[in-house]
Every structure is written in C-alpha cells, then in structure tokens.
C-alpha cells in the first residue's frame, strides 16, 4: 500500500480526452501493480542468481606484515628480541554439485630475527631473511548426506521455481489490469453516455415545465399540473447528479489503473466498435485454458516442487559421512653461516586423509556412546594422524643431510 501511494503521488494527473489504445498502453507501462510484479520478478531473478553464485570458485589472497619487540628477563640477564615477518597467502576452493570441496592453495614469508643480551651486549641476529614457501591442495566428499547433485542444487532450483512463478504472476497481473482497464474505459464511456442522456432529460424536463405553468397561468390545464412537473425537474436533476457521481468515479477507476492521479479529469473519447459474431471451438478454448493459464501452471509447479522437497527430505535423513584428503609441499630456503656462505633449500611434506562422521545430538555421556559406535576407521583424524606423522619423520629424514653439509 505505501508503494502505491508513493507512485500515485508522483504520478502526473492525465487530463482530458484518452483513447482506448492509449489506456490499454499507459496501464502496460505505468499500473502500479504490474510495476510491483515486474519488481517482484527482478528480485527473484537477483535471488537465482545469488543462489548459483553458491557453486562459484572463490579466490582469496592476503598480505600481512608483524613486527614485534619484547624486553624480558631471562635466567642469564636481560633479553631484547626483535622479530619481523612478512607473509602472503593466495587460495582457490569451489564446491561442487556432486558434494565436493576442492581448495589449492600457495603461502610463503620471510622472516628475520634478533637477539641482544643487556648485560653482556652479545648479539644474536639472522643475517639474511628466511624464506619459506608452501603448496597445499585438499579434497572432501560426501558419501551419504549430500552426495546427490540433486539434493546440493535445492537452493537452486527452489530459486529457478521462484522466479519462474513470478514470472507466471507477472503474465497473469498483465492480462488482469488489461481486462480492468478495458473494462474501467467502456464503464467510464457508459457513463458519460449516461451523464449525456440525463442532461437531456433535464432539458425536456425544464421546458415541459415551462409550458405546463403557462397552460395553467392560462387557465387551460388545472394547477395540480404545476406540482407533477415540478418533481419530474427535481428528478431529472436528481439523476443528472448520479449520472456525473458515476462519471467521476469511472473516471477515478480509469486512473488509477493507467497509473495516474485520480482527479476525474479524463474522458473516453474512442466509441466502441460494432460487435461481430466469433466462432468459437469450446473444447479447443477449455484445453488452451488447461495448458497455458498461469494459475494452473503455478499449482502445477507447486505440486512437482512439493515432490522433490520430499525427496531430498528423505536424502536428508541420511547420516552425514564425509571422507577427506589433503597434501601439502613446503620448502624454507635459508644461507649457511660463513666462511662458505650458501643457500640450501629443506622440503617438507605432509598429508593427511581419514574419514569424518559427525555425530552432532550426543552430548555429555551420550558423545561417549556414540564415540563406541563409530567404526575406528570412520573416527576422525585418527588414521590421517598417523600418515602425517609419518610423512612428517620422512620429511626430517630427508633434510637431516642437508643440515649436517652446513
């Protein structure tokens, strides 16, 4: 209602004569409902749209910088430290339809330090920065909730069926305010039609009137003729009155419909046409009707929405089991100490994988039995745990080598 009387008050009052196509035009670009739905339309256009955006890669990538100084007390005297760290990380993850998560991503700093001891004035210091770089890629998938395409893509399809419905209304709203506004003109041109024919009546009435008192001033009829033409005048008047109310009121109808200030300045100037015999296939119009009315349609796709809701309801019932996996290749190049100074590189690798299955409702004693219930390979981490620290004792394997050259 505050939509419309908003557009009703910035709506310029259409004064004087309208024709029939030009109602039919001003109502299609203006009618403040059609307006609403076109409007409901866009948003549900915006709402698929955001929907989707859903399943979109997503990029993100930071830069920080931290510079730390810290005065402390230590056994041996008083410690000054100063730590400097610039850091940037850049990663891309999507989620897929099927229930899949892929991230990959890439991090790296450098890093330097310094030490000074108050008492003694010895200091400890990096002389180059350390550089460290990493590569990290993970994957998780759904194995029972959320493994269906179907079932992921909900929030898109209850979006698609949405903007479909609107869409649907907005025809229905387009041919409801054409039907009023072709029915508002005819109802206002009856009515200046009406308002035409009461004013003649009021002539006729006046001048039979007139004659009437002269014929009894003359003697001629008796004066009870004079009361009977005097309330057929009052009459006549009458129905002039209601006849112009009318008017007035088809013409505010008008108005409003083609979106403009109802003032009741409007006239219908396009006399309707001579009417012409159709024939009509009754069958053929019943099965159009059945096909293409958007009420139907919109019950329709109502009932099929309301089909697959129940199927991913019962989807939903499903424990949720998710089995995950992740690696990740990270290297730190530092510069050995004098008098051969040189720059080694020490890899480091690790990965993980294992099985999640969340059980979210057991609290307190009850998480302890449902902890009992999970299989050991279903509990999480516990098999990736120990990959990773096996990765891990490989990887110091790798670079003890290399530590003891320098």
Known sequence: MIVLLALL?????????????DAL????????????AGSSRLGAQGALLASRSSFDPQLKASLGYNSSKN??????????????????DLSVSDFLATGTSVKLGTSGGQSAFRYELRDTGLVVESQDPQYSTDVSASLSQSLLQGFKTSYNLQGVRH???ALTQAELSLASTRQQVLADTASSYWALYQAQQLVDISEQALTVSEEERRIVLAKVDAGDLAPVEKSRVEAAVVQARSALLQAQDNATAAAEALQLLVGDEPDGEVQAITAPAEPTELDLDDQAMIEDALAHNPDLQVARMSEEGADLDLRDARHA??????ATASM???????????PTPS???????????????PCPWATGPTAA???????PWARPGSAGRAWSARCASRSAARSAPSSRRA
């Open 343 to 357: 720059w080694r590189r020490v890899p480091c690798t690790t990965g993980t994988w294992g099985v999640t299955w």
């Open 317 to 322: 019932r499903l424990p949720e089991l998710t």
């Open 369 to 375: 039995a449902c902890s009992r219930r999970t299989p």
């Open 159 to 161: 979006a698609q069926r």
């Open 9 to 21: 008050s910035t709506a310029p009052a259409h004064a004087g004569p309208l024709t029939y196509e």
């Open 328 to 338: 990740t290749f990270g290297a730190t190049t530092r510069r050995s100490a004098p």
């Open 71 to 88: 005065e402390s007390t230590q056994q041996f005297g008083d410690v000054l430290s100063n730590y400097k760290n610039l850091g940037w």
């Open 25 to 36: 035009q001003r109502s299609l670009e203006r009618n403040p409902e059609l307006l609403g």
